[in-house]
């Protein structure tokens, strides 16, 4: 079995559930671990068990011993470090958003190619078990055609003008940290939409902090989706279909759920609670593609990548969600 050096770029709250995740592979070696400060690389290195931790990005891209690069900066510096890792010949897999406008997307696959290296948006719902009952209960024909999808993701974090969440320099706003879930369910499901409305409020810093989108589609489906920082929903999407409804969400206790109400049957429900959160399935599909000489994943094309950018875009401009410099 082929083993894979792992880098961290940017050790913060999620970073260290990709870490956890990593750990439960056997092919993956826990390498290194880069920081804007050296404290913080050496405290998330020690406590996950990296052997290397760097004082700066550019020394954790610089590393040849490296093979693969997880990049879980702010939204607003994916393009850069992404980029940065691809010119020192390093695998990525970036965390969603995968950047914050089409143009930095596009140039990202760009250099990869060029590269000729591997680069995956690290969408976490296409791996998990809930999707994929989903998927099957979908293909086997029992809820008919999908005719309207109510997707949501809600939470209350406290404001903070700083807080990446929140500061319109970091790519702060609800719709790319969580209203993204509720875009992809829809994109997934049903597929780009042709038509597109939004609103959204904003925080006293001048971020979207709740939005509520409508998408139409030629063939007469429909979806409404809406994100917030001010409610407290969980994740998921509810599938109104021809001959019943489905619930695909994943609740506040952390379990993902799939309920099935399928019109005159008893109510059915499938409950999954996997290891690490499923965060490890990612890190495997970067790993298996790299086995078999994949420059993307099947699971997470660049074109959905690139569907799922545009669409943002095409949200954004509805509501007038405008980043610094655009
Ligand atoms: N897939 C998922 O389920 C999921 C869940 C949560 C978040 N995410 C994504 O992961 C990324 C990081 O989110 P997070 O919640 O881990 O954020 P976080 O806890 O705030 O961590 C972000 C890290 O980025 C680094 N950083 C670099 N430049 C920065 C800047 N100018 N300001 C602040 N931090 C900066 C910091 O590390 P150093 O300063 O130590 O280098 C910081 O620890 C986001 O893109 C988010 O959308 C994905």
Not at 192 to 200: G, H, L
């Amino acid at each position: 079995m082929k083993k894979y050096n792992w880098g961290i770029l940017a050790p913060g709250k999620m970073s260290a559930k990709f870490a956890q995740g990593l750990k439960l592979l056997n092919n993956a070696v826990l390498y290194s671990v880069g920081s804007r400060d050296t404290g913080r690389a050496e405290k998330f290195a020690s406590e996950f068990g990296f052997l290397k931790a760097y004082g700066s990005y550019e020394e954790l891209a610089a590393d040849d011993k490296t093979d693969i690069v997880y990049i879980a900066s702010p939204h607003s510096h994916h393009h850069q470090h992404t980029l940065m890792c691809l010119r020192n010949g390093k695998n990525v897999i970036c965390e969603k958003a995968f950047a914050l406008n089409t143009r930095q997307v596009q140039e990202m696959i760009e250099e990869a190619r060029k590269q000729n290296l591997f680069l995956m948006e690290a969408l976490w719902p296409p791996f998990q078990p809930f999707y994929k009952k989903a998927h099957e209960i979908l293909k086997s024909g029992i809820l008919g055609e999908i005719l309207h999808l109510h997707g949501w993701f809600s939470f209350q974090p406290p404001f903070d003008p700083a807080d990446r969440k929140f500061n319109l320099l970091l790519g702060g706003g609800s719709l790319l940290d969580i209203g993204i879930y509720p875009v992809i369910d829809a994109l997934t499901f049903i597929g780009v939409p042709d038509e597109i409305n939004a609103f959204a409020i904003f925080s006293p810093s001048g971020s979207e902090e709740s939005i509520t989108v409508s998408f139409r589609y030629k063939s007469g489906k429909m979806a409404d989706l809406y994100s917030s920082f001010k409610t407290n929903e969980g994740i998921g999407c509810k599938l109104l279909c021809e001959k019943g409804n489905m619930i695909v969400s994943r609740g506040r206790d952390m379990n993902q759920r799939v309920i099935l109400e399928v019109h005159g049957k008893p109510v059915e429900e499938f409950v999954f609670r996997p290891e690490a959160m499923g965060y490890h399935w990612e890190a495997e599909e970067v790993m298996r593609c790299l086995d078999n000489n994949l420059r993307e994943s099947p699971v997470v094309p660049l074109s959905f990548s690139l569907d799922l950018i545009r669409t943002l875009d095409r949200i954004r401009e509805k509501a007038g969600i405008v980043f610094p410099g655009e």
